[in-house]
């Protein structure tokens, strides 16, 4: 690593490859990851990426957004979403994304929350799709530096200015690299869960960081729980079971193998239909059930292959019997505040994906909208660095300047976390008239 580049990227999953790909091809550009380049929440999507498909879906669409988000959502930047997205998946197709499709055209499917079938997929690993292409484009870059095993303790921050970050690299050396912006693309904060399926190194590092400079933060107490993920007796990450499963007909029963919800709600009341069901059965899960989706002609095997798998390992066979599903956290809707453009509070720094809330989500994320949002706001945010690049003059930083920044460990940031989010669930109560 050098000491001073013209942008640093922190992350590598979809939203920093993509912020990575749309800097302009003169700039020197340096892409970290805390852990292997492959590590990212994206890469565990597995359902698939909404789109636009006519023009007459857009009212629909939108509707559904901001339903499922209790109308909570910020309107324009969901319009801005929906309006971009089109866009997204033909640059997704030239980049070798390879979306299912039968006879030439796209297969589009269906997941809870959604009035149509608007969903692009490959298999049940769209997000390993996604960003393995994307960071094979990155890797053929010759302006874009990759390091992995590199982690971002601090940013350098001089009158609410950006000017870089403070690093610990492999060897645990603790360093200053200069540069004229910065980009958070961290990803979410499950790792601070007990159950969670986020990798477990996604603490929210840059949140932990945004308090420590009082950059703007907005609705880190949205903390989405996903209703299905694999039950199991093992400590770890949470296994998904995609909501598209559900999507194309898996139903939900209770422990006497009654059906006791409907399976296509948004995710919170399908949680909540869970939770509460569990409490009634006195059990530590409830069933779920993919024959129904084998009485439609669809090979499960061939649809979900690496759900099969798994629940193969698990001593579960989906095809012959129900396979017990727990829910766990899933997705953060909140964290860095961010206009349009992705750009924060502070001059010269952006967040883009899962570490940033530009309020598309609102209160509870509609299925699937994360990897298209993820893309559109690093897209935008990439872009307004280019123009501002262009016309900005910026300060030369002295390699040899020192910054002080101490690590903070993983239980202090924990609890930092924690206190943040249960002020900001505790402002939204006062505000909706409830109380403890």
Same mark, same amino acid.
């Given at each position: ?164 970050? $403070?690093? /610990?690299?492999?060897? #645990? ?6 540069? &004229?912006? !910065?980009? =958070?693309?961290?990803?979410? +904060? ?79 009341? $399908?949680? /909540?239909?869970?939770? #509460? ?6 059990? &530590?899960? !409830?069933? =779920?059930?993919?024959?129904? +989706? ?143």
């Amino acid at each position: 690593m050098k000491r001073e580049y013209d942008v640093i990227v922190v992350g590598t999953g979809v939203s920093g490859c993509f912020t990575a790909l749309h800097l302009s091809s003169n700039l020197r550009i340096l892409l970290i990851t805390k852990e292997k380049l492959e590590e990212s929440d994206s890469f565990l999507a597995q359902g698939g990426i909404c789109v636009l498909k006519e023009k007459d879906d857009f009212s629909s669409f939108f509707e559904d957004t901001l339903k499922a988000g209790h109308y909570e959502n910020n309107k324009k930047s969901v319009e801005v979403m929906i309006n971009s997205s089109q866009d997204i998946i033909r640059e997704l197709i030239d980049y070798g994304v390879d979306f299912n499709s039968k006879d030439g055209k796209l297969l589009f499917t269906r997941e809870g929350a959604h009035s149509k079938e608007r969903i692009l997929y490959h298999e049940d690993i769209t997000g390993e799709e996604i960003t393995s292409k994307l960071l094979a484009q990155v890797k053929r870059r010759e302006n874009i530096e990759i390091v992995e095993k590199t982690s971002m303790l601090d940013i350098i921050n001089n009158n609410n200015n950006c000017e870089g970050i $403070v690093v /610990k690299d492999s060897n #645990e050396k603790i360093f200053n690299i200069y540069s &004229k912006m !910065v980009v =958070l693309a961290t990803g979410g +904060i499950g790792g601070i869960f007990e159950n969670s399926t986020n990798f477990p190194h996604l603490t929210g590092d840059s949140l932990g960081i945004a308090l420590k400079h009082d950059i703007k933060i907005k609705d880190i107490s949205y903390i989405q729980i996903h209703p299905t993920t694999l039950y199991s007796e093992k400590k770890g990450r949470r296994f998904l079971i995609s909501e598209s499963v559900r999507g194309e007909g898996a139903l939900l029963y209770n422990q006497k193998y009654e059906r006791f919800t409907d399976e296509l709600q948004p995710r919170d009341v $399908v949680t /909540k239909a869970i939770l #509460e069901q569990m409490k009634k059965d006195g059990g &530590k899960s !409830v069933w =779920l059930d993919m024959r129904p +989706i084998m009485k439609k002609g669809i090979d499960i095997k061939e649809r979900f292959p690496n759900i099969v798998k798994r629940c193969l390992e698990e001593g579960y066979d989906p095809e012959k019997e129900c396979i017990p599903v727990v829910p766990a956290q899933h997705y953060f809707m909140g964290g860095i505040e961010v206009d349009l453009k992705s750009s924060t509070s502070m001059k010269n720094l952006y967040a883009v994906g899962e570490t940033s809330c530009n309020g598309v989500h609102g209160a509870n994320r509609l299925a699937s909208n994360s990897l298209l949002e993820s893309l559109v706001f690093s897209e935008r945010a990439a872009l307004d660095i280019n123009e501002r690049l262009l016309k900005e003059e910026f300060y030369q930083h002295s390699i040899d300047e020192k910054v002080e920044s101490r690590e903070l460990s993983f239980e202090e940031l924990k609890e930092e976390l924690f206190i943040a989010i249960e002020k900001d669930k505790r402002m939204k109560e006062s505000r909706n008239g409830f109380s403890n």
